[in-house]
């Protein structure tokens, strides 16, 4: 008996987040920093996916705007949640419980997103107060079941964030997360400000809540081993653009986009046969002054003529992979 195909749980369509760029003593908008330029994205139910890229290609913006944390300039996003269909970026004022109740994020800096003046009881007890969902005696056990299910103790609900670890502070950031039981969880770069040792612990962390919870992760990161170790599938953005999207199979074994190739490139090999490197010259481009054609090719070894004038669309290749590349299908890429 063949398995039923996965529900899908969030829907990305065409989704824009573009921050003006003011200049002069009247503030006047001279033009955009297109952070996040038209993603189109669908995720299942109960899978994670990694979204990955360069500092400044629009991961962590991606996240935030899904979760409406930053206002998107244009796009839908839709949550399938309990039969129903949300319509993310419609919702207002009260509506927005619905989001919080079912979508949460995990900070990248442990340190930066806990509040010094709140007691972790507080800390993770507030958004079940906020939203609703609970208060008082039900609120305090709801808090010291998700602290014990992290690898915290019960005698740490009274203590304040400045008496913890970086491991213990981003515990109580997953467990503010997961207090209220969401469906869809945004990591962005949860283990990227902890030490090594304490990384593994994390991330495995992560995968037993999510067995536990029926999690959705989209996973966050620029480190491809992380996300090796945690993705079922890989998004990877350049300069606000998905370029390639795929199993994690198939974009770790072998990318069908330049940038995916150079990304690769960069992890760290275990074995001692020589391998040429893949090196991209220059960095990440001006949001705010895009290059013609390709947003790549600048830095791309395989770019043609036709690279620098007509933009490639994100199409799809086969069944699981999509990749905006015009030399996609000519191209033997090195892979993992």
Do not use: W
Not at 171 to 192: C, F, T
Not at 247 to 268: F, G, N, Q, R, W
Not at 304 to 331: F, G, I, N
Request: proline share 5%.
């Amino acid at each position: 008996m063949s398995a039923q195909p996965a529900q899908t749980l969030l829907e990305i369509k065409d989704l824009r987040k573009y921050f003006p760029v003011q200049k002069g003593f009247l503030k006047r908008t001279v033009g955009y920093v297109k952070a996040v330029d038209g993603v189109s994205l669908s995720v299942a139910a109960g899978e994670t996916l990694g979204i990955v890229g360069e500092s400044g290609s629009g991961k962590t913006t991606l996240g935030r705007t899904l979760l409406r944390l930053y206002e998107p300039t244009s796009g839908d996003v839709t949550l399938h949640v309990d039969g129903q269909d949300v319509p993310i970026m419609d919702l207002s004022g009260s509506e927005l419980r619905v989001l919080r109740r079912n979508a949460q994020m995990i900070f990248q800096d442990p340190y930066a997103s806990l509040n010094p003046r709140m007691t972790v009881l507080e800390t993770v007890g507030e958004p079940l107060f906020v939203n609703g969902i609970a208060s008082g005696r039900e609120m305090e056990e709801r808090v010291r079941e998700v602290i014990l299910q992290v690898g915290l103790r019960v005698e740490h609900l009274r203590r304040y964030p400045h008496s913890f670890s970086g491991g213990q502070r981003q515990r109580i950031g997953i467990a503010r997360a997961l207090v209220v039981k969401p469906r869809l969880v945004v990591a962005d770069e949860p283990v990227s400000a902890l030490d090594v040792s304490i990384q593994a612990q994390i991330l495995n962390l992560l995968k037993d809540l999510q067995a536990q919870y029926q999690l959705t992760y989209l996973f966050i990161s620029h480190a491809m081993n992380v996300v090796r170790y945690m993705c079922d599938r890989i998004a990877v953005m350049y300069a606000g653009k998905l370029v390639e999207v795929g199993t994690k199979h198939d974009i770790l074994k072998s990318p069908k986009h330049p940038y995916t190739e150079a990304l690769l490139a960069s992890v760290p090999r275990t074995t001692s046969r020589v391998r040429k490197r893949v090196v991209s010259a220059g960095e990440v481009p001006d949001l705010a002054n895009l290059p013609s054609g390709c947003v790549f090719h600048p830095r791309c070894k395989y770019a043609v003529e036709r690279c620098k004038v007509e933009v490639p669309q994100l199409r799809a290749l086969d069944s699981t992979r999509l990749v905006s590349c015009h030399r996609a299908e000519e191209l033997e890429l090195q892979g993992i």
